[in-house]
């Protein structure tokens, strides 16, 4: 749950959400989201989820494997 910034309550009504990528090398992965007070109508924005981003292609082997020699 999320506390609104003004008077500290839990907000349930999520707005709208999206994601943004950040570092040199795009390694965390971040959701932000746009919430609405019900005590005090107040909108604001909150960190929802921070997680880090798993590069799949870096960790693949390259094509041809070393130990095979490929003849033209």
Not at 53 to 65: G, L, M, N, R, T
Request: glycine share 4%; aromatic share 8%.
């Amino acid at each position: 749950m999320v506390r609104c910034s003004k008077c500290g309550s839990e907000v349930k009504n999520l707005i709208k959400t999206w994601t943004v990528t950040l570092g040199k090398e795009r390694k965390v992965k971040i959701t932000f989201g746009s919430f609405t007070c019900e005590k005090c109508s107040r909108k604001f924005k909150a960190l929802i989820k921070k997680e880090p981003v798993i590069d799949v292609y870096q960790k693949s082997e390259p094509f041809p494997p070393p130990s095979v020699k490929m003849i033209v």
